[in-house]
C-alpha cells in the first residue's frame, strides 16, 4: 500500500508542474495627465487593466500599432498580452503621456 501512495504522491507533484502558472492582472493609472508605473514588465498571458482616474479621456495606443485602448473619464479598459517584445505606448489626446510596456514569454 505505501508504494501504491508513494506513486500516487509523484504523480501528483509532475501534474503540479504541468500547470501552467497563473496570468497576473497589471494595473497601471492615468492620472493627473501621468502613466504610472511609467514602464511595466509583464508576460504574455497577463492581462493588463489601465484605469483613468482622471475627468477626461485618455487612451493608451502603442508606437507600432499593436494596440489602441480607449479610457473614457473615471473608467478602466483591460487588454490580454499576446506576444513577447517591449512596447513604447502614449496617450493620443496627451501626447506628453508616456509609458513602456515589456513583455516576455
Not at 492582472?25 to 508605473?37: A, Q
Not at 489601465?50 to 478602466?76: C, E, S, Y
Amino acid at each position: 500500500m505505501s508504494g501504491r501512495l508513494c506513486s500516487i504522491a509523484v504523480a501528483l507533484v509532475f501534474a503540479a508542474m504541468l500547470v501552467p502558472a497563473r496570468a497576473a492582472t497589471i494595473e497601471i493609472t492615468m492620472e493627473n495627465l501621468v502613466i504610472s508605473p511609467a514602464e511595466v514588465s509583464a508576460k504574455v498571458g497577463d492581462t493588463v487593466t489601465w484605469i483613468n482616474k482622471d475627468v477626461f479621456a485618455h487612451t493608451a495606443t502603442a508606437n507600432n500599432g499593436d494596440f489602441d485602448v480607449t479610457l473614457p473619464p473615471k473608467k478602466a479598459a483591460t487588454l490580454v498580452l499576446k506576444e513577447a517584445g517591449t512596447v513604447d505606448y502614449y496617450c493620443r489626446y496627451h501626447p506628453n503621456m508616456k509609458a513602456t510596456l515589456k513583455v516576455g514569454p
